[in-house]
Structure formats: C-alpha cells, structure tokens
C-alpha cells in the first residue's frame, strides 16, 4: 500500500550548477529558498528590492529594471512623525521594502537606483528567475490607482485593497516574461555575448505560506487564483527561438504549494506561527528542486562544497597556534582543490590569510 501521495514536477530542461545566475523574485519564500543555494556557494540575487507578493507588484518592479527607471524625488515620500507617535521621519518608496528606505531623500534614491542597476546587470547573465507569487490580494493608493508594493504601515484609509483576477494575474506575469526578454534582448546588442548568455529559464511558483489574514477561504481562493493565472501564462508565452528577436524564455512551473499541500500535509512542517514552514519544510522543498534541476554531477559537486563549508565553519580559539596555521592551509589548499574542479565555484570568502 502507498501511503505517500508524491508530487510530479513537470519535465524541464534547465539544468543548474555552478556556473549558473539564479535570481529569486517576489515572496519571503522567494527569500527562503534562495538562501538554500546561497549557502551552498552558487551565485544567487534575491529580491533586490525586497519582498514582493502580488503579481502586479512584481510585474512593475520587473518592467522598471527592464527600462532602466531613474527614480527621482517624486518617486519617495517622508513618513513624518506624528503627534500620535506614529511615523518614523524615513523616506521610502512604494515600489520597495523598507530595507531600502533611508533617513534622507537622497539616500532613498540613491538606494533605488542602485539597485535597479544591479538587478539589471545580474539579470543579463541569469540562466534562471524564478518568480514565487505569495497572493492575489493587492492595495491600490486610492489617490492614483497605483498598485503598491509595499504599505510601510501608512494609515489604512489610503489605500483600496482587492483580489486581483484570473485575467489581471495572467497579464501581469506575462509582462514578466516579456520584460524579463527584453532585458536579455538588450544584452545580445553587446559584442561579446555568447549564445549561452541568451538562453534563460523563468520559472514561477505558487507560495505554500498561507495568508491566514485573509480567511482561510480567502487564502484559497488567492492561492487558486495564483495558479490558474499561471497555467494561462504558460500556455500562451511564446517559447520557441526567434531569429529576429532572439531566444524567448522557456517557462515552466514548480509546484512548492502542492508539495506542501500533498506531500508535507502535517503541522509539524510548519514554524510555530503555523504560517510559514520549518526549516525542514524548506530544505526539503529545496531538494525536491535539487532532483529536478541538477545532475548527478552538480550533486557530487554540492556534496563536496557542504563537507568543505562544514570544515570552513570550524570555530578558531587561537589564530597564531601552529596547529590553526596548517589548518588554515589545509583549508586554502582544499578550496583552491575544489574551484579548479568544480567549474564556477567561487570559495574566496572561505579562504583565510595564513601567518
């Protein structure tokens, strides 16, 4: 008898090791897993303008690093102290998380620009974004229509706030692709592009978080929307190389949310506020990903980094013993070993200076 109902991931041809650009956009989830394969030394950008829930958010956050938006001081506002005590006297934008609000205007602009450069430039080179959606439900400031990012815990009475539809959803993700496409398209302009450089994966995945704010309903419904809103985005992206515009994206999905669902339907998967998931929830999300995107040799490869981060992380008492000096040139040694045998890795940051 089968007692484990296990979920399949669709088949995809990306294949991810070292040498691969990830970027992760949109919920904490998006965080999460990223940090997965951050720790293990692959090259990751995760949500550079920090969290990011709703399709449209994203799709706006992505269309202004594909069009290269310059902000200005029209772009942030001050949350100036109040008599009541709220207000925090920052500066922040609608479009980030407040980890790149600032105490001065110049300094929240600076922030913003900055790191709609950087994303742009990691962008070009990623073979994989993968874009997790955390909820159908978007606030609107009531004053222009404009969906927002982030509230910054602004008076409510802003703000307008509905789930999105099906049709809205959809829109929104394939203006992803499309700006995701074009900020590869403007990198095949550059001389020294390689073909590789123009292939890239988009993969989007529905969040298994629950949004229990809502209603456990709600959160279905929001989640259900999510998911419909995918499979007609996949179905109707264009995902065949085009000798006039480049190579399109290959869009797949991972289905994290029926893992959880179907594969990890217990409590004891998710953390103590029974919203978001344990770590073991997470890793094991994350390997499911491992087996479905890596090979065999990426996996020996990872297997190998793990053991050399685990002696990396060896607590030093005294920096000048003799013994701490051949260890710290055992560990030189074996991360110069494993860079030239795994094609990509970097371990520059574990390499320590020897007396």
Not at 207 to 234: C, E, F, Y
Request: proline share 4%; with cysteine; glycine share 4%.
């Amino acid at each position: 008898m089968n007692f484990f109902s296990k979920v399949d991931i669709p088949a995809s041809d990306l294949r991810i090791d070292y040498k691969s650009n990830l970027v992760f956009i949109g919920s904490c989830f998006a965080d999460n897993i990223s940090a997965q394969f951050a720790s293990r030394k692959f090259k990751v950008q995760a949500n550079p303008f920090g969290t990011v829930y709703n399709p449209l958010s994203i799709a706006q956050m992505v269309k202004n690093i594909a069009e290269g938006k310059v902000y200005g001081d029209t772009d942030v506002f001050q949350d100036v102290c109040r008599d009541n005590g709220h207000g925090d006297n920052l500066w922040h934008s609608w479009d980030a998380h407040s980890s790149l609000s600032a105490s001065t205007r110049e300094e929240c602009v600076d922030k913003l620009n900055a790191a709609t450069t950087q994303a742009r430039d990691f962008l070009r080179k990623a073979d994989a974004v993968f874009i997790t959606l955390g909820t159908a439900f978007v606030y609107y400031l009531k004053d222009s229509g404009k969906p927002v990012s982030n509230c910054h815990r602004q008076d409510p009475a802003l703000f307008e706030r509905r789930m999105i539809s099906v049709e809205e959803a959809a829109q929104a993700l394939k203006s992803i692709v499309r700006s995701l496409k074009k900020i590869k398209q403007d990198q095949i302009a550059t001389p020294t592009i390689r073909d590789d450089d123009t292939k890239f994966h988009v993969i989007f995945t529905v969040s298994p978080l629950r949004h229990l704010s809502d209603g456990a309903h709600n959160n279905t419904l929001s989640k259900a929307t999510l998911q419909l809103a995918v499979n007609s985005a996949i179905s109707n992206v264009t995902t065949v190389p085009s000798a006039s515009s480049g190579t399109f994206p290959a869009v797949d999905y991972f289905p994290s949310y029926e893992i959880v669902m179907d594969e990890l339907r217990d409590y004891r998967f998710y953390s103590d506020d029974m919203v978001h998931l344990s770590k073991t929830a997470e890793a094991y999300i994350f390997e499911r990903m491992v087996s479905a995107y890596c090979d065999e040799r990426t996996r020996e490869d990872m297997a190998k980094v793990e053991k050399f981060l685990k002696m990396a992380s060896h607590r030093i008492q005294d920096e000048s013993a003799p013994a701490t000096q051949e260890f710290l040139k055992k560990l030189n040694a074996q991360a110069t070993l494993l860079e030239s045998d795994i094609p990509g890795l970097d371990l520059s940051n574990e390499k320590r200076p020897v007396k």
